[in-house]
T-cell receptor, first 118, second 117 residues
Framework: AQKVTQAQTEISVVEKEDVTLDCVYE???????LFWYKQPPSGELVFLIR??????QNEISGRYSWNFQKSTSSFNFTITASQVVDSAVYFC???????????????FGTGTLLAVQP | EPEVTQTPSHQVTQMGQEVILRCVPI?????FYWYRQILGQKVEFLVS????????KSEIFDDQFSVERPDGSNFTLKIRSTKLEDSAMYFC???????????????FGPGTRLTVL
């Protein structure tokens, strides 16, 4: 069965601190996709990144970086020099590859509430 | 940039009433989804829809729920007789499918907040 675990329920940091949000996943599929979404207080889901299971290269986008480790089934997200605008709930999600009848539904973790204090 | 739209943004209804939540997916997308998020909880998959039929549904998606793509552009979620526990944010999403770098990315609408009194 597919499962996504975000053990950190809530993290509070002071502006300019670096923060890492953890994500651990379980799947029996050999090909799958991992995602991070941001949900600000306004409620919409903002797509941040998608990673394919066969591409373990880490990625950096501005202050955001992602560390994908297949050996530990983890896909962690780091925000460097956090800002107040980063305050939101962050969800990690997993989907299967989408062939053989699979529907690519997203399985979400429970989310991590990040509060960045000025 | 094309986006998924949902109406209404907020719906208040009385328990036992029927509600229809509307979504307009991105026009060249082939796969459509509804998700639900009870306040303060995680986002949960409800149903996926492809080629004018349900391709998968979760345990949450019982006989009170139905989906339809009535006119080739709208994608609707109907709750036949709402219960208090149906109060949640409902997100629609669409995915292009086929090949290409964005084939497997789901684009989410802004959500409809449903409040059942």
């Amino acid at each position: 069965a597919q499962k996504v675990t975000q053990a950190q329920t809530e993290i509070s940091v002071v502006e300019k601190e670096d923060v890492t949000l953890d994500c651990v996943y379980e799947t029996r599929d050999t090909t799958y996709y991992l995602f991070w979404y941001k949900q600000p207080p306004s409620g919409e889901l903002v797509f941040l990144i998608r990673r394919n299971s066969f591409d373990e290269q880490n990625e950096i986008s501005g202050r955001y970086s992602w560390n994908f480790q297949k050996s530990t089934s983890s896909f962690n997200f780091t925000i460097t020099a956090s800002q107040v605008v980063d305050s939101a709930v962050y969800f990690c999600a997993l989907s299967e590859a989408g062939y053989g009848g699979a529907t690519n539904k997203l399985i979400f973790g429970t989310g991590t509430l990040l509060a960045v204090q000025p | 940039e094309p986006e998924v739209t949902q109406t209404p943004s907020h719906q208040v209804t009385q328990m036992g009433q029927e509600v229809i939540l509307r979504c307009v997916p991105i026009s060249n997308h082939l796969y459509f989804y509804w998700y639900r998020q009870i306040l303060g909880q995680k986002v949960e998959f409800l149903v996926s829809f492809y080629n004018n039929e349900i391709s998968e549904k979760s345990e949450i998606f019982d006989d009170q729920f139905s989906v339809e793509r009535p006119d080739g552009s709208n994608f609707t979620l109907k709750i036949r007789s709402t219960k208090l526990e149906d109060s949640a944010m409902y997100f629609c999403a669409s995915r292009r499918g086929a090949g290409g770098s964005l084939a497997n990315e789901q684009f989410f609408g802004p959500g409809t907040r449903l409040t059942v009194l």
